[in-house]
Structures are given as C-alpha cells and as structure tokens.
C-alpha cells in the first residue's frame, strides 16, 4: 500500500516534468537546433512532399513529441523502480542495476525506434546527438526520483526515530510502575520481612537483588539496548528473587556462551520482561513446577523458553508488553520477535542486535 502510495508521487511528479519539458521545446532557440541533432538531406524531397506536417513546422506536435517522449522515459523508470525495489538487494546494487537498465531500455527505444522515426519524418541524417539528448532528459529524471527516494527515507528514517523514542518511554514507563506498583513491593517486601526472620544470609542477597532492579528501572535513562551480559544480570536478578519466593515450585536455566555475553545487546528490560509473563500467566506447584529456559541458538537468537499451564483465571491483560517489545524490535533493527505456541510450552525468540544497533 505505501509502495502504491509513494508510485502515485513519482506519476504526480512525471505529469507535471513531462508538460514542463513540452514547454520549453516550443522556444525558438530549441526548435532552431533541430537542423544541428539531425542535419538536413536535401537530396530527399519526396519526403518533405508527404502530406502531414514535420514536427518543426508544427508546435502542436513538436510539444507531443516531447512530452510522449518524456512521459515513456518517466514511465520505464517508475516500472523499474517498482520491480527492483521488491528485491532483497542490498541497496547500492539495486541502484547499480535500476541505472544499467533504464540506459539500455532509453538508447534502445531512442536511438532505435524514435530517432528513426525523426529521420523517416524530416528526411534527416540520422546522427548521434539525439541519443545524447535522449540519455541526458534520463539522467535528470534519475536524479529527480533519487531526490525524492532520499527525501522519503529521511523522513521514514524521522518517524522510525520518533516511533522508537516513543515506544521506548512508554517500556519505561511501564516497567518503572511495574517495579513500583504496591503489589510486586508488598510481595517483595513480605518475603524479605520473612526471610530476616528466618534467614538473614539469604535475606541480605534478596534485599540485594531488589535494590538492584530499582536502581536500574529508575537510572536508565533514555537507554534503548543495553549489552547482553547487563541484562541477563538484571533478570538473573529477578528470577532469584521469585526463585525465593516460589521455591521449588519455579527453576529456571540459562544456556549462553561465555563468549556471547559480550559482543552483543537487547532492548532494555526485554528478557525480564518475558519470564514476568511466563510466571504471570502459568499457575504452578511443587508437583508442577514452572520451568523457564533463556538459551542462544547459533542464527544468533535469545529464546526464552517456558512450559506451559495456564492459570484459569488470569488478571487482565491487553498484551501490550509483548506486543510493545515486537514494535521496538521493528524499529530498531527491521526484525520482529518470533512466537511460538503451543498446548505444552510458550517460547519467544529476539534477535540479538550487534554493531550499529546497540546504542544509548
């Protein structure tokens, strides 16, 4: 639909370039080189007998010949853009290639179809010039429509940026009340008033670990990725915490090489926010413990993996966490996330963002 869109510009463009051209054919100067692009031929004054005028003699059609001849060079390269552009090319070859052949495809019909056509018509000597004059009107076409595909990636590449931005204060905000909302404390709070009680070892490391999200939901900041290794250490943090809470009931496993942890990144809060959903929305006991598994897989994936029972009643939910996460993915990076579901597990894939992706 936006391709279509963007293709009715480019037409918008060709109808009002096309009069344009026709226009300035009228001048006197224009029309006086005519006998300079194709020379005269004397020796043939059966043609100049034919009964319809010749195009120099004639404003009517010397503005014809040149809008149609306009309007063919628009037309074969608003079709070219429209095919190549639907390769998965990367983009210099896409140009290289969209170039070549709209060159080929304007000398062929110029040189071989059109010019003839002048010469047959003026009983002119055909010579090379028209071909150039011909080439040139591509080039500036060319140059108009990379013009205005520059313009319109500059201002896709602006609503990505302010998509992104956005998506990512509405993820803050979210976690950041997630964290604080009375519920998670009140929970938190309990667990750690009964683990002073009972064990304080164990409490010291919880009251650790909670301190420890806070900090990091209120001082993010305008972050958008954080590295790898800094968020499996938030959700580590997370999971310990529930792992004290729920006990055996709940075991989770991380499988990441060592050597992974430290080349790539995610967006902030996104595994943390994928294992809050599995123990969400799962109920589960000793007999039928939750599992959860955070593994990498070699197409260079972050799957969070967990079994599944289903909570027969569940607290509301709009999804717009999940649903949040894919549209920053979308943004940052052109991928989504993958889903896969099941009756028996739940699991969900994220690309891992390397290089030019991880930003603040």
Not at 146 to 156: E, V
Not at 275 to 290: D, G, Q
Request: glycine content about 4%; some cysteine.
């Amino acid at each position: 639909m936006e391709q279509e869109s963007y293709k009715k510009g480019l037409w918008k463009v060709a109808a009002i370039t096309t009069v344009a051209w026709g226009v300035i054919s009228l001048f006197p100067v224009i029309n006086a080189g005519r006998p300079f692009f194709f020379g005269d031929r004397p020796h043939r004054p059966r043609l100049r007998d034919l009964p319809f005028p010749r195009p120099q003699e004639n404003i009517f059609l010397s503005f014809l010949e040149i809008s149609v001849l306009m309007l063919f060079l628009w037309f074969i390269n608003i079709y070219l853009y429209g095919k190549i552009s639907k390769r998965e090319w990367r983009e210099k070859t896409k140009r290289v290639v969209r170039y070549a052949i709209s060159y080929l495809l304007t000398a062929v019909v110029y040189y071989g179809g059109i010019a003839l056509i002048f010469v047959i018509t003026d009983g002119a000597r055909f010579r090379i010039f028209p071909l150039i004059v011909a080439l040139t009107n591509n080039t500036i076409i060319l140059v108009l429509m990379d013009l205005m595909i520059l313009q319109r990636k500059s201002a896709q590449i602006a609503v990505e940026n302010s998509e992104l931005k956005m998506n990512h204060a509405i993820a803050q905000h979210q976690h950041l009340k997630h964290q604080l909302q009375p519920h998670f404390l009140f929970n938190s709070l309990n667990t750690l008033k009964s683990l002073i009680k009972k064990q304080r070892p164990e409490a010291e490391e919880y009251l650790v670990r909670l301190s420890a999200l806070l900090r990091a939901s209120i001082s993010s900041g305008n972050e958008t990725t954080i590295p790898l290794q800094e968020e499996l250490k938030l959700c580590v943090d997370y999971l310990e915490m529930q792992k004290v809470r729920f006990k055996d009931s709940f075991s989770y496993t991380i499988d990441i090489p060592e050597h992974i942890l430290s080349t790539g990144c995610l967006p902030i809060f996104s595994l943390q926010l994928l294992v809050e959903n599995a123990i969400k929305h799962n109920a589960f006991t000793v007999e039928e413990p939750l599992r959860i598994r955070i593994s990498y897989s070699p197409e260079d994936t972050i799957s969070v993996w967990n079994n599944r029972k289903p909570k027969q009643s569940l607290e509301p939910s709009s999804g717009i966490g999940l649903k949040n996460l894919a549209e920053r993915y979308q943004v940052i990076c052109g991928h989504g996330v993958a889903i896969k579901e099941t009756d028996q597990y739940f699991s969900v894939e994220l690309k891992l963002l390397f290089n030019e992706h991880c930003h603040n």
